[in-house]
């Protein structure tokens, strides 16, 4: 995207970045992120540069939110928690038997974050995270929390495989137990990373953008890396879209078929007899870049507003209430 702009501008020469990214050295690097978590990154980064020239997977990183359950309400949650009316976890046959779909379809990931909500609260998260630990599908499984509940025995145990990765968000005095469940993840030799947030990306705003076609996919195809969303059997290219479509309600956007791949038929139905092959072009269809319906009423995610910022986790009592964007 940037040197298409470049090229716009009349600059035929540019030099790419990425080596940069090859030989940092992290040590003594003390800013918002863990030097592991900056490493990481910066890996993410290259796998995508992969992806580009076609030689990385089809998809790199899969998203499963578990639970719209929460121990926080954060005004600018990018998952919309506020706006939940009726919170709930997800049912664990479902979450297995929808994420093992997926990961057939595509070949494997290289990471699964499970994610929420706060996915402590999932009532059945050592099982989970066993699932995804022992697939061979995987090679990294993560779980996103926001500091506030302490792990129990069963799940440590679970969290001592040297697949497992535990990333701390901490939100200062919200994250009431972070200091515990970071003395107990390193009493127990588990690989965590923290980020230390100074500030958020506000959310991005909803209405008709009217733009054209090529700025459009222009959008998406900046906003959006080789990765899913899947939440509640639904899978999707943004988690904008998820969050509307799952915790606030399904008409916030106007329908559009391309937005997300629903794998079940109905909602009490059994999984779609050819979600697979469903998925396969759902996937093939992110590496075209062309942007889906949602984009016509989004302004971006925080990839395309970096100047556009909140303070942290600022907390609500109310249950908030979104209009239509159209």
Same mark, same amino acid.
């Not at 040197?3 to 003594?28: P, V």
């Given at each position: 995207?940037?040197?298409?702009?470049?090229?716009?501008?009349?600059?035929?020469?540019? @030099?790419?970045?990425?080596?940069?990214?090859?030989?940092?050295?992290?040590?003594?690097?003390? +800013?918002?992120?863990?030097?592991?978590?900056? =490493?990481?990154?910066?890996?993410?980064?290259?796998?995508?540069?992969?992806?580009? $020239?076609?030689?990385?997977?089809?998809?790199?990183?899969?998203?499963?939110?578990?639970?719209? #359950?929460?121990?926080?309400?954060?005004? %600018?949650?990018?998952? $919309?928690?506020? $706006?939940?009316?009726?919170?709930?976890?997800?049912?664990?046959?479902? &979450?297995?038997?929808?994420?093992?779909?997926?990961?057939?379809?595509? /070949?494997?990931?290289?990471?699964?974050?499970?994610?929420?909500?706060?996915?402590?609260?999932?009532?059945?998260?050592?099982?989970?995270?066993?699932?995804?630990?022992? %697939?061979?599908?995987?090679?990294?499984?993560?779980? &996103?929390?926001?500091?506030?509940?302490?792990? /129990?025995?069963?799940?440590?145990?679970?969290?001592?495989?040297?697949?497992?990765?535990?990333?701390?968000?901490?939100? *200062?005095?919200?994250?009431?137990?972070?200091?515990?469940?970071?003395?107990?993840?390193? =009493?127990? +030799?588990?690989?965590?990373?923290?980020?230390?947030?100074?500030?958020?990306?506000?959310?991005?705003?909803?209405? =008709?953008?009217?733009?054209?076609?090529?700025?459009?996919?222009?959008?998406?195809?900046?906003?959006? +890396?080789? @990765?899913?969303?899947?939440?509640?059997? #639904?899978?999707?290219?943004? %988690?904008?879209?998820?969050?509307?479509?799952?915790?606030?309600?399904?008409?916030?956007?106007?329908?559009?078929?391309?937005? $997300?791949?629903?794998?079940?038929?109905?909602?009490? *139905? /059994?999984?779609?007899?050819?979600?697979?092959?469903? &998925?396969?072009?759902?996937? =093939?269809?992110?590496?075209?870049?062309?942007?889906? *319906?949602?984009?016509?009423?989004?302004?971006?995610?925080?990839?395309?507003?970096?100047?556009?910022?909140?303070?942290?986790?600022?907390?609500?009592?109310?249950?908030?209430?979104?209009?239509?964007?159209?």
């Amino acid at each position: 995207a940037i040197c298409a702009q470049l090229r716009e501008l009349g600059y035929d020469d540019s @030099l790419d970045c990425s080596s940069l990214f090859m030989e940092i050295d992290f040590d003594g690097y003390d +800013a918002y992120m863990t030097p592991e978590f900056a =490493a990481r990154i910066s890996e993410n980064y290259l796998r995508n540069i992969l992806l580009h $020239y076609r030689r990385g997977p089809l998809i790199e990183r899969l998203f499963v939110m578990i639970n719209n #359950k929460c121990s926080l309400r954060c005004k %600018n949650c990018d998952a $919309y928690i506020p $706006y939940v009316k009726d919170a709930v976890n997800y049912d664990f046959g479902r &979450i297995v038997e929808s994420c093992q779909c997926a990961l057939d379809a595509v /070949g494997g990931v290289d990471t699964v974050d499970i994610l929420g909500g706060e996915p402590m609260l999932h009532d059945r998260l050592s099982e989970i995270l066993r699932y995804f630990i022992e %697939n061979p599908s995987v090679s990294r499984v993560t779980l &996103i929390t926001n500091g506030t509940i302490l792990p /129990g025995a069963e799940l440590v145990e679970t969290m001592k495989s040297p697949k497992f990765v535990c990333r701390l968000s901490n939100y *200062g005095k919200h994250s009431r137990r972070l200091g515990e469940i970071a003395a107990l993840l390193g =009493a127990n +030799a588990i690989r965590s990373e923290m980020t230390n947030y100074s500030q958020w990306d506000a959310l991005p705003a909803l209405s =008709a953008t009217n733009e054209t076609r090529r700025e459009l996919d222009a959008k998406f195809a900046s906003c959006t +890396a080789n @990765l899913f969303y899947l939440q509640d059997g #639904k899978l999707f290219y943004c %988690n904008v879209v998820a969050s509307l479509t799952c915790n606030v309600r399904t008409d916030v956007l106007p329908p559009s078929p391309d937005d $997300y791949l629903d794998l079940y038929e109905g909602e009490c *139905g /059994g999984l779609r007899p050819d979600a697979k092959e469903r &998925i396969a072009a759902f996937a =093939a269809r992110l590496h075209t870049r062309r942007h889906i *319906g949602a984009c016509k009423y989004c302004t971006g995610s925080h990839c395309l507003q970096f100047e556009n910022k909140v303070p942290v986790a600022e907390q609500t009592k109310e249950r908030l209430e979104m209009p239509r964007a159209y």
